[in-house]
Every structure is written in structure tokens, then in C-alpha cells.
């Protein structure tokens, strides 16, 4: 799905804040999934590989649903975009915790995204009253 990305959004510190945090997710993704990758003695996939792809999916979409929501005339599409935009932020912590049980070398970058989620909920609370 293509969008237009208003002018004024790379300007919004949530905006970027959205986008740093998918570029941090990604290289986490891309670290674990090294680790991840092999097999268990018994030939079984290792079930952390799957979280590694879900906080890039989680995180590639917290951009758009802000874009969504500046451009919603209506208040109630403004909070439907808003309550989906908390959903995934919860979603992001709550596969960041199930990342670090995994057996793998990167659990000490999780803190690192959880403290950027952190920033992003102040900052997403400070964005709401401005909708």
C-alpha cells in the first residue's frame, strides 16, 4: 500500500523516533538471526528465529499508522490509528522480552530497543494531545 508521507512529519520527534527504532530493530533481527539460524542437535528449528522477523514487522509499521493517523479528518479514525499504534508499541516490548529467553549472544541490545520504546511512549502520550 502506498501513501503520500506529508511534508511536515519528518519533523514530528514520534516520527523519527518511529523510524529509529525500526532501524534498530532490523540490525537486532539481522544479529539474532545469525545466532538463530542453526538447527537444535535433534534437527528442530530454533522457535527465536521467529521473533527476530516479528519486532521488524512490528516496527516497520509504527511509521505509517502515525502518518495515518495525521492525515484522518475524523477523531474516531484519529484513534482508531492511535489505539493500533499502542498495540504495537505493547506487542514490540512483549517480543523483546520473548527474544531475550532465547539462547543467543544479542540479548544485551533488547534493553537498548526497550529503552527507545520507552522514549516513544512519552513521546506518543505528548503526540496525542497535539491530535
Not at 506529508?6 to 516520527?15: A, F, G, K, V
Not at 538471526?33 to 530454533?46: I, V
Not at 474516531?76 to 499504534?85: E, W
Amino acid at each position: 500500500m502506498s501513501y503520500h508521507i506529508p511534508s511536515h512529519l519528518h519533523d514530528l520527534p514520534i516520527y523519527r523516533k518511529a523510524l529509529d527504532i525500526f532501524s534498530l530493530s532490523r540490525r537486532i533481527s539481522e544479529y539474532f538471526s545469525y545466532d538463530l539460524s542453526d538447527l537444535h542437535h535433534d534437527g528442530s528449528e530454533k522457535t527465536g528465529i521467529y521473533f527476530t522477523g516479528d519486532i521488524v514487522q512490528q516496527s516497520i509499521s509504527l511509521a505509517p499508522e502515525i502518518a495515518k493517523a495525521e492525515e484522518a479528518r475524523f477523531s474516531d479514525r484519529k484513534y482508531k490509528h492511535v489505539a493500533s499504534l499502542s498495540r504495537l508499541t505493547n506487542l514490540l516490548y512483549h517480543t523483546s522480552y520473548r527474544l531475550e529467553r532465547s539462547h543467543s549472544h544479542g540479548k544485551d541490545y533488547l534493553p537498548i530497543l526497550r529503552r527507545e520504546l520507552r522514549k516513544f511512549k512519552k513521546l506518543q502520550r505528548n503526540w496525542l494531545l497535539t491530535l
